[in-house]
DNA sequence: TGCGATATGTTTGCACTGCTTACATCAGCG
DNA sequence: CGCTGATGTAAGCAGTGCAAACATATCGCA
C-alpha cells in the first residue's frame, strides 16, 4: 500500500509497467520489454510475471490507447452542443482522431499498424467498440444514406488522413493546418452535394 | 554507384539484398539484415558495403514497393479505357490500391507505417511521385470541385480501408467482398451527390 | 605485363533484445 | 510458527543491428 516503500513485491506492477511503456513511447524511445522493466525500477524478467509476451504488453497499451481515442471522440462529439448541420459533427470527429494519432503517434501506431491476428482478445474487443461509437455517432447525421458505407468511408478517410499525416505523407505544415486539411476533405466530400450528378 | 552495377564478388549483391528481403517479406518471416544475408548466401555484414544501416534497406525495399503500386494504379486506371462515369474510375483506383496493401501486406507495411523522416530520400520521392499520380487521375474526373482537397480525402479514405483491412479491423470477410466494401464506400460518398442541401 | 588502390565480402565482437529456467523473497493462511 | 503460492531476481540462451579489423578480387595505371 504504502508508495514510498520499495518493497520486494511492487504494488500494482502490471500497471506501473503499462504505463511506463506507455512514457516509453511518448518519449519516443525505443519500446523493449527491458526498458519498460528498467523505468519500472523492475528486474527484466519481472514483466513476464504479467504479460504472456511482448505482444501482450503491447496489447494492453493499445487497449488504455483505444479507451483515450474514445475519451477524445466523445468530447470532440460533446463540446459543439448542439450542432447546426451534420458536417460539423463529423469534421471534429475527424480533427479529433487526426489529432489524437499526432499527438500520440508512438501509441496510435502501436494500436493499428499491426497485425493483432487473435481473434477475441481485449484489443480486438477495445477496436470494435471504438468502430461502433464511430457508427452511431455518424449513423443520426445523415438520414436516408446507406449508413453502413458511409460510416466506412467515413472512418478509412480520416484514418488514412491520420496515417498519412503521421508518416509526412503530405507537404509538411504546422500543425495547426492540419485541422485544416482535414476540414478541408470533409468539406470536399460534402461540396459533392452540391454537384450535378 | 554507376549505372552498370557489374559486381565481382556477388553478382549484384544490392539488388539480390533488396529481392531476398522482398521474399522474407513475402513470406511471412522475420525480416532481419542477417536473415536477408543469408537468404542472399552472403556474410551478416555483407549488406552494410550496400546499405547504410537497416533503414537504408527498409528505404529501398519501399521504394520496389511503390513502384509496383504505381504500376497497379496505372493498369487499374489503363484496364477500364474509357469510363462512363467518373466514380468508376476512382473505384477502381481505390479497388487496386486495397487489393496491393492485402496482396503484399508486409511491403505496404514498410512502405507506410514507418517515420521517413529523411526529407529528400528517394523513398519520399517515391511516394510522392504515386500522390501525384492520384492527383492527376482524380483531377479532371470531377470539373469544378476543389480537386486538392478532394483528391485528399479520396486518397486517405482508400489508405485507411487498405490498413483497416490489414490490421482486422473489419468484420473478416472473403477477399472478393472486400473489393465490395470499397466499392460501397466509394459509392456511399457519391451518392451524397443527389442528396439534398 | 605487374602492382598498388579500391571496392567488396568475412570474421569477430559488442551491446542489446525477447524469452526461459532456476532460485529468492514475501504475503496470506492453517 | 511453517507451508504454499504469488511475485520478483539472477543468469543465460539465441538472435539482432552494427562496427572494426582483416582478407580478397577487380580495376586503373605504370
Redesign the interface.
Known amino acids: 500500500m504504502s508508495t514510498l516503500e520499495k518493497s520486494y513485491h511492487h504494488g500494482d506492477l502490471r500497471a506501473a509497467l503499462i504505463a511506463a511503456a506507455i512514457e516509453c513511447l511518448e518519449a519516443g524511445e525505443p519500446f523493449s520489454l527491458r526498458a519498460v522493466a528498467r523505468r519500472a525500477g523492475v528486474s527484466s524478467a519481472a514483466p513476464y510475471r504479467h504479460f504472456a509476451d511482448r505482444e501482450a504488453l503491447d496489447s494492453a497499451v493499445a487497449v488504455e490507447g483505444f479507451k483515450d481515442l474514445r475519451k477524445d471522440l466523445a468530447a470532440a462529439l460533446a463540446e459543439g452542443g448542439t450542432r447546426a448541420r451534420p458536417e460539423e459533427a463529423i469534421t471534429a470527429l475527424g480533427v479529433a482522431y487526426v489529432a489524437f494519432a499526432l499527438r500520440r503517434p508512438a501509441v496510435f501506431?502501436l494500436m493499428?499498424?499491426?497485425?493483432?491476428?487473435d481473434a477475441d482478445s481485449e484489443r480486438?474487443q477495445a477496436?470494435k467498440q471504438l468502430?461502433e461509437v464511430l457508427n452511431q455517432a455518424i449513423e443520426p447525421l445523415?438520414p436516408?444514406?446507406?449508413i453502413?458505407?458511409?460510416s466506412?468511408?467515413l472512418?478509412?478517410?480520416?484514418?488514412?488522413?491520420?496515417?498519412?499525416h503521421l508518416?509526412?505523407?503530405?507537404r509538411p505544415e504546422p500543425s495547426d493546418e492540419v485541422a485544416v486539411?482535414v476540414q478541408?476533405?470533409?468539406?470536399?466530400?460534402?461540396?459533392?452535394?452540391?454537384?450535378?450528378?
Open positions: 501506431r493499428f499498424g499491426n497485425e493483432c491476428d480486438v477496436s468502430h445523415i436516408g444514406a446507406n453502413s458505407s458511409l466506412t468511408a472512418w478509412s478517410m480520416a484514418h488514412g488522413l491520420a496515417f498519412l508518416d509526412g505523407k503530405f486539411r478541408s476533405a470533409v468539406a470536399a466530400i460534402f461540396a459533392l452535394r452540391g454537384a450535378p450528378e
